[in-house]
């Protein structure tokens, strides 16, 4: 399949038969599904994609997957990813044997969520977003200046708050027994944390939602916030 120039955007989706795609150059929008697929078809990146989607592919190997923002889904034959230069935003979603992850500097915004086997994420300077929903997570080294952070692991057991973290939600965090929040954070959400005994919120913090942590016996807030939700904290004194 040759798509002519001057296309703007292609999805291609369920073409069983489907062996090549050629994209012209100056095309800006481009998603792939190949699910029912056994094979996954050859196609080039020409420079200038603005997004990328590829979703239940058989690639083996996708470093050459160069878009602005990049969405992987689905791709269960991968086993470590490097993004290139280039890529701003990247989105990784239900990669079963994803066990690796290496960023480059462009890198501005990460999502990944349900590659359960990735046990190490080290986040680049120059980042400003996180959604990290590993179960198997282990080790997460977060760079100063991140202004938003999402976090759910079963696994963490510690985590170091970067100063200009503005933003900080911490969902089933299992085994995480103690957080140091830095002085300017402005919204901090902690649910179903069921390790942690104390929180020492910074006069900076404006939004604080504390739900579920059932080991909870201290909160300190100070006197600056403006939004406070307690719920379902039962040692909380």
């Not at 590829?54 to 160069?66: C, G, R, V």
């Not at 282990?138 to 079963?154: A, C, M």
């Not at 104390?198 to 080991?215: F, Y």
């Not at 307690?230 to 004194?237: D, F, I």
Request: glycine share 6%; proline share 4%; hydrophobic share 35%.
């Amino acid at each position: 399949l040759v798509i002519p120039a001057g296309a703007q955007g292609v999805t291609v989706a369920n073409c069983d038969e489907l062996a090549e795609l050629v994209l012209p150059e100056g095309i800006k929008d481009v998603h792939i599904d190949v699910e029912s697929f056994c094979y996954s078809p050859q196609f080039n990146v020409p420079e200038g994609i603005e997004n990328l989607t590829l979703i239940h592919s058989y690639y083996e190997n996708l470093d050459w997957l160069k878009a602005k923002n990049v969405t992987i889904r689905g791709c269960n034959a991968i086993e470590a990813l490097n993004t290139p230069a280039g890529v701003e935003t990247v989105n990784i979603e239900s990669c079963e044997e994803l066990a690796e992850v290496n960023f480059a500097e462009e890198i501005k915004s990460i999502t990944i969520s349900d590659s359960d086997k990735i046990r190490m994420l080290n986040v680049p300077i120059g980042v400003e977003s996180l959604h990290s929903n590993i179960y198997g997570l282990e080790q997460l080294n977060l760079p100063e200046g991140i202004k938003n952070i999402y976090v759910s692991s079963g696994c963490l057991e510690t985590l170091n708050i970067p100063t200009g973290t503005e933003k900080l939600s911490l969902i089933t965090c299992e085994k995480l027994k103690e957080i140091n929040l830095p002085d300017g954070i402005k919204d901090v959400s902690v649910s179903d944390c069921s390790e942690i005994s104390v929180l020492d919120i910074p006069a900076s913090t404006e939004k604080v939602s504390i739900d579920k942590c059932n080991e909870l016996t201290e909160a300190n807030l100070s006197k600056g916030i403006k939004n406070i939700n307690v719920r379902w904290c039962g040692k909380l004194e």
